[in-house]
Structures are given as structure tokens and as C-alpha cells.
């Protein structure tokens, strides 16, 4: 057995949907490796045409050119031995949708030929064995797994599971989920540690999400300690988006050695080559101890700053317009744009309406200033005057006669039609004009529960902060001011102002009135109906409630008490917001701009949503009762 292996890991960008591309950026790599003295590289999952595709799997065209792509990967293998992930497809034999089959794969090359598991299949590559299907995966819908060709050849999945063997070692190969087996009824990682390999390869093209990283980092050192075997762990970096959501690769590329230690590769969110020579006795610790640390403010203005950027670039985007308000959420989503644009190229717009306080004005011209950009006030008055004066009182008759419609322009209609004024009038208008874009700065406490205008508000090329509570948004901005700037860019007086639209005298912000959520309790409250892995209906919430339970359970820090003082005002608030959420909210979830997803269930293809209505369960609807009759009927 050899004593050490010489590998470099390429924590490379994997552009969605361009394999040429992609594989020339992977012959670069491989370049680099071997003049760094390198015997094994390995890329990440799908390096070739990308993961998240939507149906570009079903275009035979492309899957041809994800060969061609490969093969010249392959080609350059003379002299190395070649890790890397693509698309297989067997012309001869079909999926179970009737279209050629497809295999999430890994292949291994050596002086430019394939190198076949020796599982008795007869394809040289390894299959991918589990496939997720859950948030953003939807693998089984294009790829055919291990587990079915088991099936389908009558024999135990363990049988199909086969080290490669390379003139580097016996490799344990696997791709992503394959080590993520804990819900699974087979795990890929024991059956091959148990099959007398050298060590563990794990090619991924997994997103972020926050605290992942600190998961994987415990199971894949777990996994090194329990085998005593070296893992080794390979991830993208990037975007890939699935059209409602865009998701970041953050990489975290590692080798994991026995003992709880690794060694680290490129930064997060980075392009770069892990060098190592990795130690193959028996046992052998290297490195440092791992860092078993909660992800904090910083990984996600990481997240949310690179998935904006490259998000730009996708686009092709040159200039961005921002609606500020003086608020927090415009001051933010102005602040990220900033740090990632010449001060020319960001345009701030405040759009005061009847109800707009000098002291919001105040505070957006501030916020301009402070940031160098180009700055103007465009009032909606005259706007909303003309929409009153022509659509107040407006008749309108069937040509009989007999049906007859008068208008009426209610507070809450013109509330809306001053929203839709600043967005799909001014700030459509303004970005067309100096050939940009402008934003959505809704987050996902108001997206939750559609506390915003179709149309107005909920407009944008990008929703870059929706996937924040509010709380992260206010922690975001201090982040902002005293790490990214090292200045305060935001205000002082933007993060004590009340959150408010402004759209109405109930929202004045001089006289404390403003926006009707409670955030520290909605963000929580909230979060358990999102992001909660097993999710919280309003049944299980007043059972918490009844039970003295909830704010542990919410891990909410406040008293409930405080905010509702009996059981009538707190049921009242919870069927307001759980009616906004799965009523007209998902109507505008669906219509609202793609979401930068850095959380678990981001809004969009993540959070899947059928309009189904409101709805709450019999056992919610005893509770109700229960603790209605104990308030006092």
C-alpha cells in the first residue's frame, strides 16, 4: 500500500447549463494540479453541465454535448488520475418517463481511459445511489439510481457498490447524498469503507444553507473517525438557480482525517486547488482539530453579497436602482449593492407619498450621502391625485343598463395604489432610463405572510434579502456599518425608526405607529411554519400555547403574555397571519421575484406551495374552543 496520496481538489465554479465551458476551466485546473505535483484530482458533482438545470436534462443536444465535454476531460488524464462528475446516459435504454436514461456519475480516468467499479454493470462510471427529493432536489424526476438498476437487475445494492481501483489506491467513490445516509435505507459510505479502500471520496454540488456547513462538518469527520479511513470531500462554489430560487455554493472542499481532524481548502464562496499529501496508514491523524462552529452574520452577508453578484453577472447586469425609504430593508439591500458597484452605478430613489415623514426623507438622503451615489426625491402625489380624480366615482354599466358599478377608492385601494405608483411606475420607469434594473427589498417575514403590494412593492429583478427574517436584516446592517465599511453608511436613526409602509395616517411613524407585525415574535413564530424540518400548523401552536410551552418551542426570547394578555387577542393574531399565509401570501410568493435562498426552505422552488386555501385541523379547531371557554367564552 502506498504511504501517501498526492491530490489536488478543485473547489472550481460550475456554470449551470455550459459544459464547454466548464470542462475548459477544468483542463486550466488540471494543468495547475500537475505542475503542483499532484497524482489524483478531483472535481465537484456534476462539474461538466452544472445540478440545477430544470427540464435542460430532457434536450438529447445538450446531453451530447455533456459527452464531448467529458471526453476531453478524460483526454487530459495521461499521467493522473482524474475524479470528476457528469451526466451518463445509456442510448440503448430508457428512464421511467420513456427518455434515454440518465445517471448522476462520477468518473475516474487514468492516460486518458475510464476506469469501471468493479460491480459487474458494465458501465465505466459509478452511479449516484441516493437520490434527495426534498427542498430544492428533484433528482429521481431525471436520474436513474443505483437503488433502481438493483432492482431492476435483481441484485442487493451492497453487490453495485464497488471500490475504484487506480494506480493512486483502492477509492471509496461517491457523490453528495451518498454520504448524507442517515434517513436512507442503505448507507454507500459503511458498504464501501467495508470493502478494503484506501480512502473516501465524496464529489459534491451541494448550496449553502445556513449552519450547514457545521453538519457537514461533524458527519464527514465522523465518518473518517468510524472507518479510520482519510474522507475526502470536493464542493462547487457559484450560483445555480432553479427559476424562483437562486442558490450560492459555498464550497467547504476538506480532506477529513481519523480523530476529529481536517485540513481545509480555498476560502468559502471561492475558486482555488487543495494540495495535500495525504497520509494512507492505518488511523493517521492529520491537520487540526475540526471547528465545530454555528454559522453567524458574516457567512451570511457572504452568502447573500456572492449570490448577488454572481447573480448580476448571470444577468448581465451593469446598474441597479433601489427604492430607499429610509427604513431598513432599502438601506440594506442599498449597502449590499454598494459594497458590489462603482457609486455610479447605484441609483437611489425615495418616493414620498402623502403620509411620508420628514424624518424617513431625511434619513434616505442620509443614507445617499453616505454611500456616494446619485440620489433624487420623484413624489407620487401628483400620480396618486390623477388615479383618485379619474377612478372616484367612476360608473360603469353593462350595455343595458341593468348592472351598474361605482368606484370607490377606500383607504386601503389607495394604499395599494400608491405602492404600485413607487414601484411599476417610477422605479420601472427610472431603471429602463439609465439602463438598469431595480430591486424587491421585501424579506421573508413580510413575504411570508404577503405583507406587500402585487405589483408595487413586490416588484424587482432580484429579492436578495427574502430569505432574511427581520431580526438578521437589522443584524445585518450593523454587520454592514462596522465590518463591511467600517463606517456607518446606515444611519443611526435608520435602525430606531419604526418599520413602517407609510401608506396611510395608521402609519405614522412620528407618532409610533407603523408596520402591524411584532417581529421579535412573528420572525419566530413564523420560522416554525417555514423552516421547521417538520413543519408547525396552528395546532401545534396552541397546544405550546395552551401547554405554557411556546416560547420555548419558538425559542422565542420574550414573554407571550406581554404581547397578547389573554387567549382571545393571541388566537386572533395567529389566524390573521396563518390566513395571510396560505391565502392571497402564496398567490404573491408565486408572482414575486426570484429569491436568494442562504436558509433552509427558501421562498420559491424550495418552499413548494400549492393554492390550496386556508385550512385548520379538527383538533385545532377543539383548542380553540377549549381555551376560548377557559378565557370566558
Known sequence: MKETISIALAQMEVKPGRPGENAARMLQLIGEARQAGARLVAFPEMAIPG??????????????ECESAGAAVIAASQGLTLLFGNVAMDWGRRNED??????????????????????????????????????????????????????????????????????????????????????????????????????????????????????????FSALATTHGKPVVYVNAVGIQNNGKTVFTFDGGTAVYAPGGRVVEGPPAFEEGLLRLDVPLAPGAAFGRPVEFRE???????????????????????KRVVVGVSGGIDSAVVAALYRNLLAPGDLILVNMPGPFTSPRTRKLAAGLAGALGCPYGEIPIQPSVAASRAQLEGFRMASPDGALVETLRLTDFVMENVQARDRSARILSAVAAS?????????????????????????????????????????????????????????????????PSAELS?????????????????????????????????????????????????????????????????????????????????????????????????????????????????????????????????
Open 51 to 64: 445540478y440545477l438545470l430544470g427540464d435542460e436534462w430532457e434536450r438529447p443536444a445538450f446531453l451530447r
Open 98 to 219: 420513456g427518455r434515454v436514461r440518465k445517471y448522476n456519475a462520477l468518473f475516474a480516468a487514468e492516460d486518458g481511459r475510464l476506469l469501471a467499479p468493479d460491480n459487474g454493470t458494465g458501465y465505466p462510471f459509478v452511479i449516484k445511489t441516493l437520490m434527495p427529493n426534498y427542498r430544492e432536489f428533484d433528482d429521481s424526476r431525471h436520474f436513474y439510481d443505483l437503488r433502481k438498476l438493483a432492482l431492476e437487475t435483481a441484485r442487493p445494492v451492497a453487490d453495485l457498490l464497488a471500490p475504484v481501483v487506480t494506480r493512486v489506491g483502492r477509492i471509496g467513490a461517491m457523490l453528495c447524498e451518498d454520504a448524507w445516509d442517515a434517513d436512507y435505507g442503505c448507507s454507500p459510505a459503511q458498504v464501501l469503507a467495508a470493502k478494503r479502500v484506501d480512502l473516501l471520496v465524496n464529489l459534491s454540488c451541494s448550496p449553502y444553507t445556513f449552519n450547514k456547513n457545521h453538519k457537514r462538518n461533524r458527519l
Open 295 to 317: 454559522d453567524g452574520i458574516a457567512d451570511l452577508f457572504r452568502a447573500v453579497s456572492t449570490g448577488t453578484r454572481r447573480f448580476m453577472a448571470l444577468c448581465g447586469v
Open 434 to 498: 439609465v439602463g438598469g434594473v431595480f430591486t424587491c427589498n421585501a424579506n421573508k417575514s413580510e413575504l411570508t405572510v404577503g405583507y406587500s403590494t402585487l405589483y408595487g412593492d413586490l416588484g424587482g429583478y432580484l429579492a436578495n434579502i427574502a430569505d432574511l427574517w427581520k431580526g438578521e436584516v437589522y443584524a445585518l446592517a450593523r454587520h454592514l456599518n462596522e465590518q463591511v465599511f467600517g463606517r456607518p453608511v446606515i444611519p443611526e436613526g435608520i435602525f430606531t425608526v419604526m
Open 505 to 633: 395616517a395608521a402609519q405614522n411613524v412620528e407618532e409610533g405607529k407603523g408596520d402591524p407585525l411584532q417581529y421579535p415574535y412573528h420572525d419566530c413564530l413564523f420560522r416554525s411554519w417555514v423552516e421547521a424540518w417538520n413543519r408547525t400548523t396552528p395546532e401545534d401552536i396552541l397546544a405550546w400555547y395552551a401547554a405554557g410551552e411556546l416560547e420555548t418551542r419558538l425559542h422565542y426570547e420574550g414573554k407571550v403574555a406581554e404581547r397578547f394578555p389573554d387567549a382571545r387577542s393571541f388566537i386572533a393574531d395567529l389566524e390573521r397571519w396563518w390566513n395571510q399565509y396560505q391565502g392571497l401570501g402564496v398567490a404573491k410568493r408565486i408572482q414575486a421575484p426570484p429569491v436568494l435562498g442562504v436558509k433552509r426552505r427558501a421562498f420559491g422552488f424550495d418552499h413548494r406551495e400549492s393554492q390550496l386555501g386556508v385550512h385548520y385541523t379538527a383538533r385545532y379547531q377543539e383548542l380553540k374552543n377549549d381555551l376560548l371557554k377557559e378565557n370566558g367564552g
